[in-house]
């Protein structure tokens, strides 16, 4: 069970931004800002988020593995809406704006492991490198020193007890999630944030954010691909591409034995130079036992990522006698779209009655991906 969970606030109208559509729900690059945002959230954290009460259904088609609430009218509300939801395992809780959309997975893992060494509030920070000044109106009171200020980012993360206390204590706003558990008393540190987690408020941040994911993939493309068979096993359930599948005869594994998702993250790692999934995820670590697809999945994106790549498309193939992916193939690859932060396209088909396959001994999935270098 996880011990960690990450409240996204994605309720914000973006008034600044100008849009006919919630900020959070805005496309830069193709994509949402939010569906950028929780592609870098860490695989077995808790995912909450916090989404206009218009647009909870397209948070959920955004995620599926998440859970979606619908936001109040301030910020705070918003976050004390998700504060509501948390498993009770939960320990840490890191708060994050969707509008940080590009966040890298690293900042997330800082806050984390800050948080637990310290039991204190842990905020990313860049340091200020402009100049400063006080005024008042038009004129120059004083220039401020900069040395002892700091530009605050998110996630911001705190002892799950600690920040509920806090939230419960509040009579009134603040401006973000350090200031309202300092007010409560608790102490807060900070942790180095990154350059690529700037905040999109105006169009002109939506430009820079649209200019950058253009230019950050270079041509250097890569290919890998990535096989995986399990048998069938009617003694457990079926998990397969990050779903339940009730009725169905299940695959046997260290894991739920989902091929599919195993296959996927073989090919994500075989084009990233990576090595193979028994490399990253060996059947000794008692982690990973039981562990679903979505889990695997998500830690090998963290891997290609921190390699330097982004993911362009991956494409499965099922062979297999059963299940038939018949009405829930758009589901399937609406999931693993989501999982991976690119799209999936999923077919099937038998082998004609040869080979194990075909005599019903189990399934056999083949996963093509397609990745490119990412320009430094």
Request: charged share 20%; hydrophobic share 45%; proline share 5%.
């Amino acid at each position: 069970m996880t011990s960690v969970a990450v409240i996204i606030v994605a309720a914000g109208s973006g008034t600044r931004l100008g849009a006919s559509e919630p900020k959070a729900f805005v496309d830069v690059a193709g994509r949402t800002m939010l569906a950028h945002a929780v592609t870098t959230v860490p695989a077995d954290a808790q995912l909450v988020i916090v989404a206009p009460a218009s647009h909870v259904d397209t948070a959920r088609s955004i995620a599926p593995t998440a859970t979606v609430v619908p936001g109040a009218e301030t910020r705070q509300g918003s976050v004390a809406a998700g504060l509501a939801v948390l498993e009770p395992g939960i320990r840490t809780v890191l708060v994050h704006d969707a509008a940080r959309a590009f966040t890298p997975a690293e900042v997330f893992d800082r806050v984390v492991d800050a948080v637990e060494v310290t039991g204190a509030g842990v905020i990313p920070v860049l340091p200020v490198v402009d100049t400063i000044k006080r005024v008042d109106g038009s004129t120059v009171l004083e220039t401020v020193d900069r040395s002892s200020l700091a530009q605050v980012q998110t996630p911001q993360g705190f002892p799950r007890v600690e920040l509920e206390l806090a939230y419960a204590a509040a009579t009134d706003d603040h401006t973000d999630d350090a200031a309202l558990f300092a007010r409560a008393g608790g102490a807060v540190t900070t942790v180095a944030g990154d350059a690529r987690s700037f905040k999109i408020t105006t169009p002109a941040d939506l430009q820079r954010a649209e200019n950058e994911q253009g230019d950050a993939v270079s041509s250097e493309l890569r290919t890998g691909v990535g096989i995986d068979v399990h048998a069938y096993d009617a003694a457990e359930p079926l998990w397969l591409g990050g779903l339940y599948w009730p009725d169905e005869v299940g695959l046997s594994g260290h894991s739920d034995g989902d091929a599919m998702c195993h296959a996927i993250c073989d090919a994500l790692l075989s084009a990233a130079g990576l090595g193979d999934i028994g490399g990253k995820f060996g059947t000794d670590d008692p982690r990973f036992d039981g562990a679903h697809g979505d889990v695997f999945i998500r830690e090998t994106i963290a891997f290609v990522e921190g390699a330097g790549f982004t993911v362009n498309n991956v494409a499965v193939q099922l062979i297999a006698n059963g299940p038939r992916l018949g009405a829930r193939r758009t589901e399937i690859e609406s999931h693993l779209t989501s999982l991976v932060g690119a799209p999936v396209s999923v077919s099937a088909t038998t082998s004609d009655g040869l080979g194990f396959t075909g005599k019903g001994e189990g399934v056999a999935v083949i996963a093509n991906a397609l990745i490119a270098k990412v320009a430094q």
